[in-house]
């Protein structure tokens, strides 16, 4: 989560907004692990707070959203 967290500040660093922020657009490579963001399909720019604000609450919810609970729970 921290890589995926430096990622995510990185691009809003560059005022880059993903738009499609998911697990399901984010890659593991290497041994010392990296992450990769695909899928900029939905990209956008903005230097908007509330833009980059959303972009970090979708993110929340889908990874609220694919992780289970101790007991097995969505």
């Known amino acids: 989560m921290k890589l ?3 990622e995510l500040a ?3 660093c560059a005022d880059v907004i993903h738009g499609d922020l998911t697990t399901s657009n984010m890659m593991l ?3 010392a692990p990296e992450v990769l ?3 900029f399909g939905l990209t956008t720019v903005s230097s908007f707070w509330e833009d980059k604000a959303v972009a970090r ?3 929340e919810r889908a ?3 694919t992780r289970a609970t101790a007991d ?3």
């Open 57 to 59: 609450c979708v993110l």
């Open 37 to 39: 963001l695909i899928d």
């Open 10 to 12: 990185r691009m809003h």
């Open 63 to 65: 990874l609220a959203a």
């Open 29 to 31: 490579r290497g041994t």
């Open 4 to 6: 995926v967290g430096q």
């Open 72 to 74: 097995g729970r969505v």
